[in-house]
């Protein structure tokens, strides 16, 4: 088996999602396109309950992730959480595959209304093409509710598949544009200088993801990569000929490597290269000013998306908090979310503060993004945020600027 750092992060992968009834043919439509068992096939209604993820390598497509989800038509106290479980995996999919079920269409029709105001490729199917005329009478409904016909496949003899393949395919351009993590700031040639703290954040014998998939971006441009930590910074800096083009921190640093920093050197963060390679960095370089507002009586959400257990001197749990109320008063209030448990109303906040985002995919940290616009809510992230409390936020290089 590939390890881990061969494999593409499942961040970095198209995120396909499967959407439908219970009993709509998901499970087995994702299973037959997979070509393995993925999720678990019942004639009984309801069987898959929590979202079932699989990675995969899809000829054409790529690196992909196929995201099986509970029937949207679930009931009961159970059935609530389950739909709201699915509503989360539907912020996720770069493409959804929506299932059509006898019956009206209505809660079809919600849901493709739902993709396609938020720019999402959907393809509506009927999942039983071998019921032949019952499949096309379907499709044609499908054209009545939604606008547009549904692509007729069948799990049980494959019969479709490689039109759905084509069709994902084309959608694929719209959903999909493989960002630049270091952008125009760096180019082929270039010496970059990457300053990583090892802490206890990053045990030893790892490298956190975010440094990792910079500096193969930075191999993959071709630019020299130097690496050292923030008390070995005077030394690299030494032995080298040039200044460096670029300095890359954790976002921690920032006060120390500043101080630090050659004139001529661009100077950023992972968090804040993170936060243009996965979010809406113009809104989170706004958003950050909105600090210099807080007050002792004022709400803060920060938002990590890892769900690790609580280390000492924590960046979400501890620093940042420890920083804001040194600033804002000891009573400033802050809630901490982790992984998915992303509140839907947003509106008791006064700022919240997003980690860099290197465990979802964009799609579901833009979801996050543009529910807090919605909803006249601040938002920013812990790179563009610790600059502005640093005092630096206007001296720091954003990806695609210079």
Not at 62 to 83: H, I, K, N, Q, S
Not at 251 to 259: I, L, T
Request: net charge negative; glycine share 8%.
């Amino acid at each position: 088996m590939a390890s881990t750092l061969q494999q593409t992060p499942a961040a970095n992968r198209i995120h396909i999602g499967f959407f439908g009834r219970r009993n709509s043919g998901k499970s087995s439509l994702l299973n037959a396109f997979a070509g393995q068992e993925v999720s678990i096939v019942s004639s009984e209604a309801g069987t898959t309950t929590d979202p079932v993820s699989k990675p995969m390598e899809i000829p054409g497509l790529g690196p992909c992730v196929l995201m099986d989800t509970a029937g949207f038509d679930d009931e009961g106290r159970l059935g609530e959480l389950r739909v709201e479980k699915t509503r989360q995996t539907a912020e996720k999919a770069d493409i959804a595959v929506l299932l059509c079920a006898e019956g009206d269409l209505e809660g079809e029709k919600c849901w493709y209304q739902y993709f396609r105001e938020r720019q999402v490729p959907v393809i509506p199917v009927v999942s039983k093409g071998d019921h032949g005329e019952e499949a096309r009478a379907l499709a044609q409904r499908a054209e009545e509710y939604l606008g547009e016909g549904a692509l007729i496949v069948s799990a049980w003899d494959r019969a479709g598949l490689d039109t759905l393949r084509e069709r994902l395919l084309r959608a694929l351009p719209e959903a999909w544009a493989p960002a630049d993590i270091t952008g125009s700031l760096v180019r082929e040639g270039d010496t970059v200088l990457l300053v990583m703290p090892q802490d206890i954040q990053a045990p030893k014998g790892r490298l956190i993801l975010p440094q990792v998939q910079t500096i193969r971006e930075l191999l993959d441009k071709k630019c020299i990569t130097v690496c050292a930590t923030v008390d070995g910074l005077p030394a690299a800096l030494e032995k080298l000929r040039e200044p460096p083009q670029l300095i890359i921190t954790d976002s921690q640093a920032f006060p120390a490597v500043y101080e630090k920093k050659p004139e001529g050197s661009l100077l950023t963060s992972f968090s804040v290269l993170f936060a243009a390679y996965k979010g809406d960095v113009t809104y989170y370089i706004r958003s950050a000013g909105r600090i210099a507002d807080l007050g002792a009586d004022s709400r803060v959400l920060i938002a990590e998306c890892c769900t690790h257990a609580p280390l000492a001197e924590d960046i979400g749990r501890v620093k940042l908090p420890r920083m804001l109320r040194e600033r804002c008063g000891a009573s400033l209030q802050v809630d901490m979310v982790s992984g998915m448990d992303f509140p839907q109303d947003l509106r008791g906040y006064d700022l919240i503060i997003q980690c860099g985002g290197c465990m979802f995919n964009r799609r579901y940290i833009l979801s996050r993004t543009e529910r807090a616009k919605e909803q006249g809510v601040p938002m920013t992230n812990y790179g563009v945020a610790l600059a502005w409390l640093s005092g630096i936020l206007d001296q720091v290089a954003i990806a695609g600027n210079t």
